[in-house]
């Protein structure tokens, strides 16, 4: 799935929290509010977090902190929202309708930090849904419209902890994007250089100082440790906390057992799954089978069962943003499935699939390792 994008941006609504001289962001209890309907949203609870979130709406009418919350109810309800096209349509107008709050409130290209933050945050979603949509020009350019405001904030992070997390993700992946994604190189060169081991110090701080941006820093670190630094077993930390916080949250669910299990934690992975395997629609089918093929094949060393998993992981829809990795996943354990029957053929054939569908760089390193 096209991740990277959206790991730079997903973070930017919680910008539009951090305390500055406005008057909704000096109003203790409407912060208060705005904090509580998040950890709402996060845990699934959708209408409790629509009345908190209408309390705010009816003092500050107009705010652009309402359309923001309104577009992140929208993204968690009918996640993967790229797919609802009535709901994307209405995620859109939502982030348009914030920056035309933003230009009445504050006046156009003002230099406000409330209305810089603002504009960071519509501009970041919009740049996720170009990311979803696998149109990453289109997606850099919005990148490159908030490229101020990221600079702003790397001046911040000793003002408040929440700038730990934004800008440890700006220090990762103004280096990371390129690496993957070279297309977008010239659109980067002018910017502000980074540094990974210094972002990734950041976002562990912001999961340990931050409060409105804990969640998104344990999520984004963890995916960090996966997909990029090939280290599940560090993933795990961050993912059990989220899971403890946020236990109706079926995506923490499913990233805690993927770090497991890759981490080799094969019995805290299976008591997981078996929560995970009650749901039965959308993509999540497709990951607890790879899941559970990975259980078979590694723990229980049941090559017949797992091959079976697999197979009908493979059967079920991946999501490019959520899942895609589970199916590379799946090909990969029929490749080594198939090496041990020796059949070297059919191997190759399956890491050869594994590679147009993987982007974590252990799974690319053991396919591409296999003669």
Known sequence: ????????????????????????????????????????????????????????????????????????????????????????????????????????????????????????VARGYMAM????????????????????????????????????????????????????????????????????????????NATKLGTITRAEACYYISHIYLKYEMKPEKAIFYMDKLVDLYPKNPIYLMKD??????SGKYEPARKEIINLKKINTGFYPAAWRTFQGILEEKSEKNDAAAQREYNLALKTPHDDQYTKEYHALAYAGLARISARAGNKSKAKDYYKKCLGKAEYRSVIKEAKAFK
């Open 1 to 120: 799935m096209p991740y990277t994008m959206k790991l730079l941006f997903a973070f930017l609504l919680i910008l539009s929290f951090i305390p500055s001289r406005a008057q909704l962001l000096n109003d203790q209890a409407s912060i208060k509010n705005i904090q509580s309907s998040l950890d709402k949203i996060y845990n699934y609870e959708f209408e409790e977090a629509q009345v908190i979130m209408d309390q705010v709406g009816k003092k500050y009418p107009n705010h652009p902190v309402s359309y923001i919350l309104d577009s992140f109810i929208l993204f968690w309800k009918y996640l993967p929202i790229k797919d609802n096209p009535v709901k994307s349509k209405e995620y859109i107008q939502k982030l348009n309708q914030c920056l035309d709050a933003i230009n009445k409130k504050f006046g156009k290209n003002s230099l406000d930090p409330e209305a810089v933050f603002y504009t960071m």
């Open 129 to 204: 849904i170009y990311n979803y949509k696998g149109e990453m020009m289109n997606a850099a350019g919005e990148g490159k419209k908030a490229y101020n405001a990221f600079v702003e904030g790397l001046k911040l992070i000793n003002k408040n902890p929440e700038f730990y997390f934004t800008s440890g993700m700006y220090n990762y992946y103004v280096e990371v994007y390129p690496e993957e994604h070279p297309i977008v190189k010239p659109l980067l060169l002018f910017f502000k250089s980074g540094d990974k081991a210094l972002g990734l110090k950041q976002i562990d």
């Open 257 to 262: 057992i993927e770090a497991l299990l890759l």
